[in-house]
């Protein structure tokens, strides 16, 4: 059978028709009218409880520790006893994380969730002040907290909140992991006793989630069990409609046989949490964890667990592809290698296809508000339209407008707006930021993009970083993109460098691959014979180090441009 078997619409009403995997119904969610899906857990909690199905299997490896689905429970539960019976802490109270990767991110975090808590992910990269200013934000009755983390508190002059110090020994005044729940080994003795319910409904908060912007203070994402669980229903979109545009039936739902899956991205990111654990223990699978970034560690632990899914962001893709590129590794584990929370390059989809021959990639597309995925793509159709993150998830409407809130024409670019049961309520105590982001039910994402007539959504700039070179647009991630088709280019990141006439010119910074031989004028050809000619950056800042990213992954343009202006004597 050729492909596609099916088109998109036929595809979408299949996987949504009643008994569907996809199958929604209208609801009333925090003043508004929003599709639900059917079939969707009706809290964490539940889905905290249901995960002992899986027993002894793994769920979080990290180096030589392993933590099973019973211990994580047990462990998880007892913390959560501990938060109310040590710090009064009950439905609705904030409990904050700030730490590594760690297997107790989260039984710390599950605890809270399953009393009914709100947990507040801190940014584990964030400088001492700000982890102190979010952790009082909150108004978190409880820390946890990492050694590296306890000492930044400390220089801040934190005392705020009880803290919970995991790993390391616990300062007067602080308490240790341990001395609430005992050392790892004896996690699975733990007594088997649920958490009293704690009477959680589907709209109450669950997490506030501090975006990671690259300009201003973080803001708080405040994100309910329903918006988080809809993420849930939604990870799994990408695999079924691409199984159904292929001709196969519609799986029931989504499966829970033994899967294990290499997770370098922090759990203080939605992509990490809603996109990655919370589906891990939905589903049964287990997620190995790395203490930092290393590629030779990642492949090796790759060809050593049999690894079968990558959830990356495209810098890390692009050092996978580049060291597979010789061979050495055994890598037919892998049947997905997905990545987001930035921009790609459309080469990088083959270029993963090269690397893992028995892979598909996979891209997925959202926001902090949206509690990650608003649209997915995948398989074929990834590599039919490599450029495209994909089409919008079921439960969603969204709308391409232009400066003034008009819908644009169909195929031209325009902000997105997103409304949906996935958009979090707001920012947390910024009434006015939630006003202007949130209003009328829709998310403005200020992300520039067109959508074709399939419904493929294509991500042209950001609103804020886009060039306006003598009144005329210029989207950043265009030429960005073809820097990143150049041979000898590992990344790039465009943005605007001053000038007296036109405003703005294009600037661009690059990171060279190992032995290049291309020079920055070779690079601008690159460019000129591609794109127009007032696209061709004027000025090209070669780094010899990664280039600077936040901890979502997203590239630090203001910083690369300070860079290049304080060379240029502009500052």
Request: aromatic share 8%; charged share 20%.
């Amino acid at each position: 059978m050729s492909w596609p078997a099916r088109s998109i619409a036929e595809t979408l009403a299949l996987l949504t028709a009643p008994g569907a995997p996809f199958e929604m119904a209208e609801v009333e969610a925090g003043g508004r009218r929003v599709r639900r899906y059917v079939r969707m857990p009706r809290d964490l909690r539940a889905v905290f409880d249901a995960s002992r199905q899986f027993a002894d299997r793994d769920l979080l490896v990290f180096n030589e520790e392993r933590l099973s689905f019973e211990a994580h429970w047990r462990a998880a539960t007892a913390f959560g006893r501990a938060l109310g019976e040590r710090f009064g802490v009950g439905k609705g109270d904030r409990v904050a994380i700030a730490m590594r990767n760690y297997p107790e991110w989260s039984i710390c975090a599950w605890g809270a969730l399953a009393a009914g808590a709100v947990v507040v992910p801190l940014n584990a990269w964030e400088s001492s002040a700000t982890l102190a200013l979010l952790a009082r934000d909150c108004g978190a009755k409880a820390v946890v907290v990492d050694r590296e983390r306890l000492a930044q508190l400390a220089d801040a002059g934190f005392d705020d909140a009880g803290l919970v110090v995991v790993r390391a020994p616990a300062p007067p005044g602080t308490v240790g992991l341990e001395a609430l729940i005992g050392a790892p080994g004896g996690y699975a003795a733990l007594p088997d006793v649920p958490l009293p319910d704690p009477g959680i409904e589907p709209d109450d908060l669950a997490t506030i989630f501090y975006t990671s912007g690259t300009t201003g203070r973080p803001k708080g994402a405040a994100g309910t069990h329903r918006n988080i669980l809809t993420n849930y229903v939604n990870t799994s979109f990408r695999a079924m409609r691409a199984a159904v545009r292929r001709g196969d039936a519609v799986p029931a739902g989504p499966s829970t046989a033994p899967r294990r899956l290499l997770l370098p991205m922090p759990f203080f990111h939605v992509t990490g949490f809603h996109s990655t654990l919370m589906p891990a223990l939905a589903n049964g699978t287990t997620i190995h964890l790395m203490y930092k970034w290393d590629v030779s560690e990642a492949l090796a632990t790759i060809e050593r667990e049999r690894i079968n899914g990558l959830n990356l962001v495209p810098a890390l893709a692009w050092q996978l592809s580049d060291a597979l590129a010789g061979g050495g590794y055994d890598t037919g584990s892998v049947d997905l290698a997905g990545y987001g929370g930035a921009a790609a390059a459309p080469e990088l989809a083959q270029r993963m296809r090269d690397a893992f021959p028995n892979a598909y990639p996979g891209q997925g597309y959202g926001a902090t508000e949206t509690s990650s995925l608003v649209a997915a793509n995948s398989h074929e159709d990834m590599m039919a339209r490599p450029g495209s993150v994909g089409t919008v998830v079921p439960c969603c409407d969204v709308r391409v407008v232009d400066s003034d809130g008009r819908d644009v024409p169909p195929g031209a670019a325009g902000e997105l707006w997103v409304s949906g049961p996935n958009i979090v309520t707001g920012y947390w105590n910024l009434p006015e930021q939630t006003r202007e982001s949130f209003g009328d039910g829709w998310y403005r994402t200020g992300d520039v993009v067109r959508i074709d007539a399939e419904g493929f959504v294509f991500v042209l700039d950001r609103i804020k970083d886009m060039l306006i070179r003598g009144g005329e647009n210029i989207y950043c991630v265009e030429i960005e993109d073809c820097l990143a088709g150049h041979p000898d280019v590992v990344e790039a990141a465009v943005f605007g460098v001053p000038d007296r006439v036109l405003g703005e010119l294009v600037g661009a910074a690059v990171r060279l691959r190992d032995g290049a031989t291309a020079d920055v004028a070779a690079l601008a050809a690159h460019v000129r014979a591609r794109l127009v000619a007032h696209k061709v950056p004027v000025a090209i800042d070669v780094h010899d180090a990664p280039l600077p990213r936040n901890a979502a992954g997203k590239l630090l343009k203001r910083e690369m441009r300070a860079r290049w202006l304080e060379r240029e004597g502009q500052a």
